[in-house]
């Protein structure tokens, strides 16, 4: 087998903004108005090179760690970093650095730390408030009633800007329960966007490789692929959603990847 080179992902890459566009037109709505974040966890830097190659600019990492090392060993490149996955205090420095991007704000004290560590660089960040759609123990992010309160408290957080909100769906072959969750973010932006004095919230992060069309058809502003791009991960998706049960996690995740992928086996490894 050849090995992946970088017209593999870029027509991986042209599949997915394919289904995209289709899903924006489906609805109505400006295909340019969605945007796709390749996801690259467990993703090697050399392919992250490759992709760069293939005209991926930004990458969305779930772990703190993994960018660090990855945004370290690609200095020379002009890329940008989106932090996707849940932050602990500790690392929020490591954020305020590297991150043009942080899409998992999911509590006051994550914004504090990460506000501080912001002020003492002298920047600001793009901030994504993860909301939990799903109800589901394993997912992180505020609950819906939670919004308000935090909502309220985030306007102190100067180094903040808050630009939307993003949320993962049930892991689910049903595609109307996906769907709800979609629908459910969405409301809850109509429902809190003018208790943003700044007026932000304009973006709905949500949708992955299994499910971006549906969350196009509700509105998604950001899609954020990975496998349909990259190829299937053997890591567990458990470790990026601890304390979920990885029968949930898996096996209705892997139904869903399959048919919308629509690669070949050999342009997924
Ligand atoms: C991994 C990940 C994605 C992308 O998942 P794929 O199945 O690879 O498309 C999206 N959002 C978050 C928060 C992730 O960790």
């Not at 490759?50 to 969305?60: K, N, Q, S, T, Y």
């Not at 053997?234 to 959603?241: E, F, G, H, L, Q």
Request: aromatic share 6%; glycine share 8%.
């Amino acid at each position: 087998m050849t090995p992946p080179c970088a017209a593999d992902i870029a027509n991986s890459v042209a599949d997915v903004r394919r289904r995209m566009d289709a899903a924006a037109l489906r609805t109505g709505r400006d295909p340019a108005s969605v945007r796709l974040l390749p996801v690259t966890k467990t993703i090697p830097v050399e392919r992250l090179r490759l992709a760069f190659a293939a005209g991926v600019a930004r990458f969305g990492e779930n772990k703190v760690q993994e960018a660090r090392e990855k945004s370290e060993a690609l200095a020379d490149l002009p890329v940008t970093w989106s932090v996707i996955g849940h932050l602990q205090t500790n690392k929020a420095k490591y954020v305020a650095r590297l991150a043009d991007e942080f899409q998992a704000l999911d509590s006051v004290r994550v914004a504090a730390a990460l506000d501080a560590a912001l002020q003492k660089q002298g920047r600001a960040l793009d901030v994504f408030i993860q909301v939990n759609t799903s109800g589901e123990a394993s997912k992180f992010g505020l609950q819906p009633e939670q919004m308000m309160p935090f909502l309220r408290e985030l306007p102190a957080f100067q180094s903040l800007h808050a630009r939307g909100l993003m949320t993962l769906a049930v892991f689910s072959a049903d595609a109307a329960r996906v769907r709800r969750c979609f629908r459910l973010l969405h409301e809850l932006r109509a429902r809190h966007r003018d208790g943003l004095a700044s007026g932000g919230l304009d973006e709905l992060s949500m949708g992955m490789s299994g499910d971006y069309e549906i969350a196009i058809e509700e509105g998604a502003t950001i899609v954020r692929v990975g496998q349909a791009i990259f190829g299937p991960r053997s890591t567990p998706d458990s470790i990026y959603w601890p304390e979920g049960s990885p029968d949930q996690l898996m096996g209705a995740q892997h139904d869903k990847v399959g048919p919308t992928t629509g690669l070949p086996p050999q342009a997924l490894q």
